[in-house]
């Protein structure tokens, strides 16, 4: 497996994420916004890996775990915010 | 082969993952974008991760770490979401205006016209 294969395959996920920043820029309410963040963290955390399966570094890959993890929990806060008014 | 695998996999999961931002981009109303955000993880990374086991092989450590991130995208995005949409419509967030149906709000007006008929009975059982 060429690793050029992985560096370009994590380029495109930024890529991706780029049109969900402009979606976390115009959103309208602030729902919108938090799913935008969400649907990112997602493409981060697989750009992420790419990237340390490109770089072959597998100190990255506990970067991916983490965000995956702990980028859920925000928008489980967030939530929780929307719904009740408190944190 | 184990090559060809790869990219058929991971081109499966660049394209729902594109398609699923540009609907989060284009899609009129909150609760759609929520429905493209949740297809963009199930058809979007998962087949990347697995594209990353196959291209990695499934005793590197890439691949216990893509299986694990699996796992937690698959068990933990559909209870985000339904969170999201949920803290969302509480909060008054409007829907589109060519949306058909509102079942919260035809539940609701059901089980009050169900007590507004229920309640002369029992204040005439109780006189």
Redesign the interface.
């Known amino acids: 497996?060429s690793t050029s294969?992985?560096g370009v395959?994590a380029l495109?996920?930024t890529a991706?994420?780029l049109?969900?920043v402009?979606?976390l820029a115009i959103g309208p309410?602030i729902?919108?916004r938090?799913?935008?963040l969400?649907?990112l963290s997602?493409?981060a955390?697989?750009a992420v890996?790419?990237f340390?399966?490109f770089a072959d570094r597998?100190i990255y890959?506990?970067v991916?775990?983490w965000l995956?993890?702990f980028s859920?929990l925000g928008?489980?806060v967030?939530?929780?915010?929307?719904?009740r008014g408190l944190l | 082969m184990?090559?060809i695998i790869?990219?058929v996999l991971?081109s499966i999961?660049?394209a729902f993952?594109?398609s699923?931002?540009?609907g989060?981009?284009r899609m009129p109303d909150?609760y759609s974008?929520?429905q493209c955000?949740s297809k963009?993880?199930t058809m979007?990374?998962l087949p990347?991760?697995v594209a990353?086991v196959v291209?990695?092989g499934i005793d590197s450590?890439?691949a216990s770490?893509?299986l694990?991130?699996a796992v937690?995208?698959l068990v933990?995005?559909p209870?985000?979401s339904h969170?999201?949409a949920?803290?969302?419509y509480?909060?008054g967030?409007p829907m589109w205006q060519g949306a058909v149906r509102d079942e919260v709000v035809e539940r609701k007006e059901q089980q009050k016209a169900k007590e507004r008929a229920r309640r002369p009975d029992d204040g005439g059982g109780e006189g």
Do not use: H, P
């Not at chain 1, 967030?78 to 719904?83: I, K």
């Open positions: 497996m294969l992985y395959i495109v996920e991706i994420g049109l969900l402009a979606r309410t729902s919108d938090i799913v935008a969400n649907t997602t493409q955390t697989l890996l790419f340390a399966a597998a890959l506990d991916a775990l995956a993890s859920y928008a489980i967030w939530a929780r915010y929307l719904e | 184990k090559t790869f990219i991971a999961g660049l993952s594109l699923g931002a540009v989060i981009l909150l974008r929520i955000s963009t993880v979007g990374a990347a991760l990353l291209g990695e450590s890439y770490r893509a694990l991130v937690l995208l933990v995005n209870a985000a969170a999201l949920r803290a969302a509480k909060a967030v």
